[in-house]
């Protein structure tokens, strides 16, 4: 079957369909009814079945491939590298669901794990899925104030945290950060579990903290089995930013995102048993989530988790791990390209890279120089993904499994099976069929499979936010503008909301202003994303100080920029932290009072800003183009 005809019975017979996915993973019961969609925009799949995340990742693969490696941990920060077999890693898991349960965790209960990328980090997520526990990962460069309004959303029974995590050879604490974001939440958590690496001293609290190490000895032997949980049931949250300063808690299912990655494995990365596969991601990002832990794993390959930078001990480091491992897939985002292009192209060249069929690349634009560079490097495809958080699989790709049909550079490729994708004018609604017209990318309903089941603890949320945005109908949006050519390949074109993408990764300015406001020095803030030849975007802040005077003099206006990004840093954590800060007398504001901050941004990029009717004070956007241009 062509692809075409596949995606079209996707939409057309999606009971069938995904009835036929859902034999890819193992059922305790199988579902009664395939696609609910009664209540929408709440779609429920695999209604009736039952089945465990982590029996489709660990226990079913036992019988066939007990011997063969799972999870290969490695570590360029500590000079580690450890590798477990489905065997070991089912052991691991049954120890850390012995753990989770004797500090209280049963069904339902959140555990957040807050953790560096080593092995413990997936036994603990793993071993949530085996008890039912909701697990909810927050990205390790997350500080003490993100990380407690995630603490304080997901109310954790219990965190999972450790000592440290390292990068570039720096240290960073995390349990100072975690102790000061506990202090800060209301929310309290029972217990506190910690894994000690020995690179930072760590203060326990008596009767709430506990060791890795002693409490897996006394668990050498035990025995969890798997809870047989709902389809519909919540696997884990994980949060993301949006327009507003407060992160959204994107809600998962159990079985339709086993199915749905597992379905992916097999239609979009060809990916076979007994492989290996390697994604560069965090498990704190939701690309870590699905094809770092359970999307390999379901599909019974050994997964590759690496901390530390892809050029450090050199720009070889990736590539030594392809050949050592032999790693047939492999998956990260451009900004890791774009960092490598600028090292010696001779480590491409050093290594055997023959196992090595596809390199995946998502998480924001992929420009055509990075991905010829690193294509014509590896002799492979690259293949484009373009996804969310929300969907927790690619909305956007080319589905090679299914047939191998050519990408076209600068476009993420056509509608994966299972999504109906469109194009609409922002203002009316009205769908866009004709090619190359600019709209809002729409998703309309029911979402397939693995997409969020809704925002944790706030359906009202999910709806207003996702469900109502474009005027006249209920279509779920994905806050970013786009185009379909007339061969039916889409171009993802920026966003419509006040969300950046730094590095691969999404940050809300809202955030950002919030945190730097919160410095005693600051009258008024805004935060824009500027154009990256790096990291595609980095965030670039504007202060009004309440006293002029205080950065009259440069060295002043240094050592306040300074402080600043210090708040940001100890505060959001070194991903958040703005590029530069600069001091301004007032900000560009329409009459209203509503922040301009597409004309700041544009400005910024030497771009025309564009309709400037609404502008209180012109001078403003004047004082940025100065300051941009001296
Ligand atoms: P996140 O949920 O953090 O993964 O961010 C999702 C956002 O990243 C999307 O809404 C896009 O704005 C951007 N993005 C992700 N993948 C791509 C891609 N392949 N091409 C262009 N933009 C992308």
């Not at 390790?140 to 050879?169: H, K, N, Q, W, Y």
């Not at 802040?541 to 840093?569: N, Q, S, T, Y």
Request: charged share 20%; aromatic share 8%; net charge negative.
């Amino acid at each position: 079957m062509g692809y075409a005809d596949f995606h079209r019975r996707s939409i057309e017979e999606p009971d069938a369909f995904w009835a036929e996915q859902a034999r890819l993973v193992d059922w305790k019961t199988p579902p009664v009814r395939i696609c609910d969609n009664d209540r929408p925009p709440f779609t429920r799949w695999f209604v009736g079945g039952t089945t465990n995340l982590c029996h489709n990742a660990v226990d079913r693969h036992l019988a066939q491939r007990g011997d063969q490696a799972a999870l290969i941990a490695v570590s360029s920060e500590t000079g580690t590298e450890a590798t477990y077999t489905f065997r070991q890693l089912h052991a691991e898991v049954q120890r850390t669901a012995a753990m989770l349960r004797e500090l209280g965790v049963g069904r339902g209960d959140r555990v957040l794990v807050y953790m560096p990328m080593i092995a413990e980090a997936v036994f603990a997520m793993l071993a949530c899925a085996r008890i039912g526990a909701i697990h909810s990962v927050v990205f390790g460069g997350f500080a003490s104030v993100s990380l407690a309004s995630r603490i304080e959303d997901a109310g954790p029974l219990v965190i999972v945290s450790a000592d440290a995590g390292s990068r570039g050879g720096k240290v960073t604490a995390y349990k100072p950060l975690l102790d000061e974001a506990i202090r800060l939440s209301s929310h309290k958590p029972r217990a506190v579990l910690l894994a000690d690496r020995g690179l930072a001293p760590m203060e326990r609290v008596p009767g709430r903290d506990h060791d890795w190490a002693p409490l897996r000895d006394k668990h050498l032997h035990t025995t969890v089995a798997c809870e047989w949980m709902d389809a519909t049931d919540v696997s884990y949250t994980i949060y993301t930013s949006g327009t507003t300063g407060r992160p959204k808690g994107v809600q998962r299912d159990v079985g339709g995102y086993a199915v749905a990655l597992a379905a992916s494995m097999r239609h979009i990365f060809d990916a076979q048993a007994g492989e290996t596969y390697f994604s560069t991601s965090d498990i704190g990002w939701v690309v870590g989530h699905s094809y770092i832990v359970y999307g390999p794993l379901i599909a019974g390959m050994a997964t590759i988790l690496y901390e530390g930078l892809p050029i450090r001990p050199d720009a070889g480091i990736w590539w030594s791990l392809v050949e050592k491992y032999k790693v047939s897939v492999m998956f990260s985002a451009p900004t890791a390209v774009r960092v490598l292009k600028k090292q010696d192209p001779a480590f491409l060249q050093k290594y055997d890279l023959s196992s090595l069929r596809a390199l995946f690349l998502a998480g924001e634009p992929l420009d055509e120089p990075t991905a010829r560079w690193i294509a014509d490097g590896l002799g492979v495809p690259v293949v484009d993904n373009y996804w969310q958080t929300e969907s927790g699989w690619p909305i956007l790709t080319i589905a090679n499994g299914v047939e191998k049909q050519p990408g076209k550079f600068g476009s993420p490729g056509v509608p994966m099976y299972g999504f109906k994708v469109r194009i609409v004018h922002e203002a009316t609604g009205e769908e866009l069929t004709e090619p190359d017209q600019k709209g809002v990318v729409v998703i309309e309903g029911p979402t397939p499979p693995g997409f969020m089941q809704t925002v944790w603890r706030d359906d009202a949320r999910y709806v207003q936010t996702y469900w109502k945005s474009i005027p006249g109908k209920m279509v779920y949006s994905t806050f970013d503008w786009g185009i379909r050519d007339a061969d039916g390949y889409y171009y993802i074109l920026g966003r419509t909301d006040d969300v950046i993408n730094v590095a691969g990764h999404r940050l809300g300015t809202r955030e950002i202003e919030e945190s730097i406001s919160s410095h005693p020095a600051v009258a008024e803030v805004a935060v824009v994303g500027v154009a990256d030849p790096v990291k595609g975007q980095v965030a670039m802040a504007f202060v009004v100080p309440r006293d002029a005077a205080a950065v009259a003099d440069p060295a002043d206006a240094l050592k306040l920029e300074g402080a600043i990004l210090k708040v940001v840093d100890q505060q959001l954590g070194a991903v958040a932290r703005p590029s530069r800060v600069r001091f301004v007398t007032l900000l560009p504001k329409t009459r209203s009072g509503k922040l301009l901050r597409r004309a700041i941004q544009a400005v910024c990029e030497g771009r025309d800003p564009g309709d400037l009717t609404t502008i209180e004070d012109p001078s403003a956007l004047q004082q940025i183009r100065d300051l941009i241009t001296a």
